[in-house]
């Protein structure tokens, strides 16, 4: 993936819980999640593994996405994550992460 690109993506918390979010810069994003300078959401609930990410041509686009699946149910996001798996098999972050 691209640095720079309008990215949504979905991470499995240690909870179990899925959090979602929009960034421009992934592997940055990524990191500030395992260092616990993220979402305030995130804090503390690391490891994650990197269950979905999408790519935007503009901000907008990725944003009005991310407000979509934010309004979906669980189960919702697990169908539209496990129909989105074809892809994320050769992101190198699909790997579990760890806090540092």
């Given at each position: ?19 979602t ?51 979906l149910?669980?189960?919702q ?10 892809g ?13």
């Open positions: 993936m691209e640095n720079n690109e309008h990215t949504v993506y979905m991470l499995r918390c240690k909870d179990n819980t899925i959090y979010g929009y960034t421009n810069h992934l592997e940055n994003r990524l990191r500030m999640h395992e260092e616990g300078k993220g979402a305030k959401y995130t804090r503390g609930r690391g490891p994650f593994t990197l269950l979905y990410c999408a790519s935007f041509s503009s901000k907008r686009e990725a944003l009005r996405e991310e407000y979509r699946i934010k309004q149910t669980r189960i996001k697990e169908r539209l994550i496990n129909s989105d798996q074809k994320m098999a050769d992101h190198e972050d699909s790997k579990k992460l760890s806090k540092s």
